[in-house]
């Protein structure tokens, strides 16, 4: 895991040193290990290492092929680096290193772009073809690791994050108003190729860019193939679990390949307690192998990284402990204090680049604070519920599909589920429904429009995975973590399991009321029944309406109440004023579009009110300065 960034200069320009230099700055974060630059006459690179495999200095980046034709920085890991490198020895090339990314290279020198195709991992990253003169870029699969670039007078610029791209001075300097209003009115980014900034792009996943000739050509290489049925038919619940099962396991096992230590996020909830159990599986195994081995050789204990409470409605300490018990794991607990939010939601929002949809944020940071100080990788569950219909509003899609296609049955049960398992959310979220649609008002201008929950269950799983809720979550993975240097992996997005599991019937993924079923059925016997068996979603959550209500409250006052809010042109902040009152009051409820606005008053003021040399961080202390009214 590591960060890069470059330019590609245009005809009659070269590539800019100084603007190198500082983007490699701004993303020092992302690789505080070591950094190199590699400059022609027509490209330069830049990279920042955080050593995960093979940590000599071998490993160093930008990385060329034997004659230096070829220049890679790279961000992410390549899982099967192993058994690519033992077959592209077969074809003679020649190693000097034990770096997955001089597979990379070996493979574009043997394959070209159709390299991507044999890549299992998580990637993105910029090769320099001399001989050509053509930069080569791609990004993985699912999107996991991020690219971001902008076009400049000079020529074109990538990197890492958005706030490198930003040291250019005309980069990024104007909002772009559709895509930040349809964050204020939905909560959503990161579902096409435009960011929050004018002007500044991201390669989408499963993507490819060659630029040469002055000219930009973008391909697509992979795609999913969601299943049109909505019954399981021919193949047995039991194989087709047994088969989900043993993917997911060889997931795991490729996804802790590693020359640093692993831990792993626990939040008690179905998906990461599958990970943890199938790594308690893998390192048991593991051990009993290495028996004659002195004991300080063998795997330790796996570490796990949990969110706690004080206030019961919101922790998931019990469910948590229930996995801790039921395997070998050294288990760390912190506690999100909300007293100290507000001291650490600059570096919160400039970490993350764009404002940010809840507080839950909040809780993802902090336990990756705690990660960074115990180890440099850890695994997460995410994707699992875009994949698996882990949201109930998923219901809707499916039962109206079994209704279409006839199994009138089916759907009855189906919506006798949801009543057995979810009522009191489905009564909460009807609620909501109803306080979002009035808040949504208080936000002005035109947003992008957007279709969620369209058609059969499986072609909203598959947006969700590929555009509207999956790649923003990843967002979030992504930032909270190389804030700390550490670096996430997410087994269940193997493409492997991608491609299995969105080739499944929906009832694979829900039946008779239950969410996961395939997932459910799988491990049964190795994950605790208290744990397999829960139908509540909680995830790494916050107590966000009791903080809005009590610890954030003078904060939050002084920032709706404060002159550039009141001069925005994105809300009626006297009616935003008066939405939260009556919160407080408790005449209405709570829900996430106030907060929404008052963490995207909060960006434009770090990064465009207060932009200095390119959205470097200004005073830490900018936001206790805020002018009142």
């Known amino acids: 895991m590591c960060g890069i960034a470059g330019q590609y200069a245009f005809l009659g320009h070269k590539p800019d040193k100084k603007l190198l230099n500082d983007m490699s700055q701004s993303l020092i974060h992302r690789g505080p290990d070591d950094s190199g630059v590699y400059i022609s006459d ?11 495999i093979d940590l000599s200095s071998e490993g160093k980046q930008p ?25 592209l020895k077969g074809y003679g090339h020649i190693f000097r290193t034990k770096t997955d990314s001089e597979v990379i290279i070996h493979a574009f020198e043997e394959w070209g772009h159709k390299c991507l195709e044999r890549f299992n991992g998580m990637w993105a990253f910029a090769i320099w073809d001399e001989t050509n003169n053509e930069l080569f870029c791609a990004r993985d699969r699912i999107g996991i690791k991020p690219f971001y670039y902008s076009y400049t007078d000079e020529g074109l610029i990538f990197a890492s994050e958005i706030k490198a791209l930003c040291k250019n001075p005309k980069t990024g300097e104007r909002v772009n108003e559709a895509k930040f209003v349809t964050f204020l009115k939905w909560g959503l980014s990161d579902y096409d190729n435009e960011t929050m900034f004018d002007g500044i792009f991201q390669l989408l996943p499963a993507h490819f860019m060659r630029v040469s000739n002055d000219t930009v050509e973008i391909g697509k290489y992979w795609n999913t193939k969601p299943s049109k049925d909505a019954v399981s038919k021919n193949i047995s619940d039991e194989e087709l679990s047994n088969t989900f099962l043993d993917l997911l396991r060889d997931s795991v096992k490729l996804h802790l390949r590693s020359d640093v230590s692993i831990g792993t996020c626990l939040s008690g909830g ?43 409605r919101f922790d998931e300490s019990d469910f948590i402990k229930t996995v801790v018990n039921s395997a070998d794991v050294d288990a760390h607990y912190i506690s999100p204090n909300p007293k100290e939010l507000w001291s650490e939601i600059d570096n919160l929002i400039y970490s993350n680049d764009e404002p940010f949809m809840q507080l839950t944020l909040y809780s993802q940071y902090c336990v990756m604070r705690d990660i960074g100080k115990n180890v440099k990788v850890v695994l997460d569950g995410q994707g699992a519920d875009e994949m698996l219909g882990g949201y109930i509003a998923y219901f809707y899609c499916h039962i109206k599909d079994l209704m279409i296609k006839g199994h009138i049955i089916k759907a009855l049960s189906e919506g006798f589920g949801i009543l057995k398992n979810h009522r009191s959310f489905v009564k909460y979220a009807t609620g909501q429904f109803f306080i ?4 949504r008002g208080l936000i002005r201008g035109d947003e992008i429009p957007l279709k969620r929950y369209q058609g059969s269950l499986n072609e909203a799983l598959d947006s969700d995975l590929k555009a509207t809720n999956l790649p923003y979550l990843l967002h979030w993975e992504d ?118 606005i008052v963490c995207g008053e909060l960006w434009l003021r770090l990064f465009f009110d207060s932009r200095l040399n390119g959205c470097a961080l200004p005073d830490p202390h900018i936001f206790s300065k805020v002018q009142k009214s």
């Open 479 to 596: 930032r909270t973590s190389m804030a700390f240097s550490v670096e996430a992996r997410v087994p269940f997005l193997d493409y492997r399991v991608v491609e299995f599991l969105t080739s499944l019937p929906a009832d694979q993924k829900i039946r008779k009321g239950v969410t996961k079923y395939i997932l459910r059925k799988a491990i049964k016997g190795i994950v605790p029944e208290e744990i397999r068996c829960r139908m509540d979603k909680k995830g790494f959550s916050t107590p966000e309406e009791v903080w809005m209500k009590e610890d954030l409250k003078e904060d939050i006052l002084n920032v709706i109440n404060s002159e550039s809010f009141r001069s925005r042109k994105y809300w009626n902040p006297e009616e935003v004023k008066e939405e939260y009152n009556d919160f407080l009051s408790g005449n209405t409820g709570y829900s996430s579009e106030i907060w929404r």
């Open 42 to 52: 027509k490209a330069g690179l830049i990279h920042r290492r955080l050593s995960i």
């Open 63 to 87: 990385m060329s092929n034997e004659d230096e034709t070829l220049w890679l920085v790279f961000n992410g890991e390549i899982y099967n680096y192993q058994e690519l490198r033992e077959e």
């Open 436 to 439: 979002r649609k009035k808040r």
């Open 270 to 312: 179905l998906d990461s307690s599958t990970i943890t159990a199938l790594i308690n599986e893998i390192k048991k195994d593991e051990i009993s192998k290495s028996l004659n081995k002195r004991p300080e050789e063998r795997n330790s204990s796996q570490k796990t990284f949990s969110a706690v409470f004080s206030d019961k």
